[in-house]
């Protein structure tokens, strides 16, 4: 089975400064990784994935992710945070079992951008 | 590019009342779509999967007889909430497996916000 815990359920930044949201995951086998962000009434937008390739994972806006399969982790970064970046964001893992391609969302962690 | 639309965007219901929430693949055919639900300041959680032409597949938990889901054609999905409570008020998001192309790729609707009275 797999799950996902985000360390972090708030974390505050201030403009222009680093944003690190910390995810681990506990899969039994390769898993695909993913992070999405929740914009205030918005549907999901997908920032980048993982999916065996690089580990290290470029999305849209600046983000990154590493995986890091001996720490079973899949942190998303940035180099300096905007304002626009405040939101909600989800680390995601999918469920490869079959077809089914169910995702598992973490709890969240919301970004706030401090001017 | 691809596009899921989910209608309406929010809704408000009298208890006992049923709700319809439709979600649509745009421009490509969706043979699986996925429900979710969110309760305020919690994350998604799966409710069923949704295979078109047979039976949703419902997580564990989740009411299969309140919560009507009908996959009739590769386009549309529709959750039904039959017999709302207060306790159904959620936001709900469906999304759209696209199996075109070389890779698979998923799209997720606005979501729903019901309000139940």
Known sequence: ??????LDSHVSVSEGTPV?????????YSPSLFWYVQHPNKGLQLLLKYTSAATLVKGI???EA??????TSFHLTKPSAHMSDAAEYFCVVSDRT????????GQGTTLQVKP | GAVVSQHPSWVICKSGTSVKIECRSLDFQATTM????QFPKQSLMLMATSNEGSKATYEQGVEKDKFLINHASLTLSTL???SAHPEDSSFYICSARDHTGAREKLFFGSGTQLSVL
């Not at chain 1, 590493?66 to 720490?71: A, P, Q, R």
């Open chain 1, 61 to 63: 806006n600046g983000f």
């Open chain 1, 1 to 6: 089975a797999q799950s996902v815990t985000q």
């Open chain 1, 66 to 71: 590493e995986f890091k399969k001996s720490e």
């Open chain 2, 80 to 82: 039904t909430v039959t």
């Open chain 1, 20 to 28: 690190l949201l910390r995810c681990n995951y506990s899969s039994s």
């Open chain 1, 98 to 105: 079959g077809n089914t391609g169910k995702l598992i969302f």
């Open chain 2, 34 to 37: 996925f429900w979710y639900r």
